[in-house]
């Protein structure tokens, strides 16, 4: 075989293994990020199950608001005539 096959042989094998290795550490890249996807995923689930009680509590919150604020309304609406 001349010189010239067995050079395009090896720089054919040089360039499959940098690719090998480029797309190795790609994918343990993707692993890295997909496992921080996932904390975050479990960390936004406990946010929403612990926030969750506190929309009862808003709407007791504005009701309790709307009262004051008409009881405000007809002291305002007494001061003006």
Do not use: C, Q, W
């Amino acid at each position: 075989m001349p010189a010239a096959g067995i050079f395009t042989i090896i720089l054919a094998v040089l360039t499959v293994l940098v690719l090998a290795a480029y797309l190795i550490s790609i994918a343990r890249t993707l692993g890295r990020v997909n496992a921080r996807l996932r904390e975050v995923t479990t960390g936004l689930h406990l946010v929403t199950e612990r926030t969750e009680p506190v929309g009862s509590i808003v709407g007791d919150i504005n009701k309790d608001l709307a009262g004051a604020d008409d009881a405000l309304r007809a002291v305002l609406s007494k001061r003006r005539r």
